[in-house]
């Protein structure tokens, strides 16, 4: 099976501008998540959806992050305007129906540089 | 609130030799599930190992295995024969009724 789809590999842009991240995850699961992986840290969870839902955002800076998963399928994070604490690895995983003995399935994650 | 805790940032092993990762976690929860990841430096985290805290026998893939403490709360990840592609960073993850939880990981380094 393909495996959770992001993109782009990598961005670079100046603090206060804009930036949008894409994540298609495993056909067939329901449950997807962002997380921010700032260096030398664990993934930081900042968003969750369930289909077209969202479960938890809880840790999601929203005067500054959005996302959406408006069909249910693949997924959007927007930061807008950017600062420099938000240079990081953005993550994407899926898991079929985010039971809590599932595993989650990563992408490669997009790194971001903010100058 | 739940927190999930490695206190070893990096760990070195020699190849062909044994090591153990140690990870503790703090819950007020009985039913819940543990996990360990890899994250080699391509940066695809991969699943490790899972263990489910109803199940005293501890878990083994292969070459890994689990020493689960589930009084001391303590989930520790032993890797035998160690090889130069186990060399990566290992997130402990604890998985919740609202919660799934990272800790800060543990960068193993594999010597030749």
């Not at chain 2, 403490?69 to 990566?88: E, V, Y």
Request: charged fraction near 20%; proline fraction near 4%; charge should be positive.
């Amino acid at each position: 099976e393909a495996g959770v789809a992001q993109s782009p590999r990598y961005k670079i842009i100046e603090k206060r501008q804009s930036v949008a991240f894409w994540c298609n995850p495993i056909s067939g699961h329901a449950t997807l998540y962002w997380y921010q992986q700032i260096l030398g840290q664990g993934p930081k969870l900042l968003i969750q959806f369930q289909n077209n839902g969202v479960v938890d955002d809880s840790q999601l800076p929203k005067d500054r992050f959005s996302a959406e998963r408006l069909k249910g399928v693949d997924s959007t994070l927007k930061i807008q305007p950017a600062k420099l604490e938000d240079s990081a690895v953005y993550l994407c995983a899926s898991s079929p129906t985010g039971g809590r003995n599932q595993p989650q399935h990563f992408g490669d994650g997009t790194r971001l540089s903010i100058l | 609130a739940q927190t999930v805790t490695q206190s070893q940032p990096e760990m070195s092993v020699q190849e062909a030799e044994t090591v153990t990762l140690s990870c503790t976690y703090d819950t007020s929860e009985s039913d819940y599930y543990l996990f360990w990841y890899k994250q080699p430096p391509s940066r695809q985290m991969i699943l490790v190992i899972r263990q489910e805290a109803y199940k005293q026998q501890n878990a083994t893939e292969n070459r890994f295995s689990v020493n689960f403490q589930k009084a001391a709360k303590s989930f520790s990840l032993k890797i035998s024969d160690s090889q130069l592609g186990d060399a990566a960073m290992y997130f402990c993850a604890y998985s919740g009724t609202y919660k799934y939880i990272f800790g800060t990981g543990t960068r193993l380094k594999v010597l030749a």
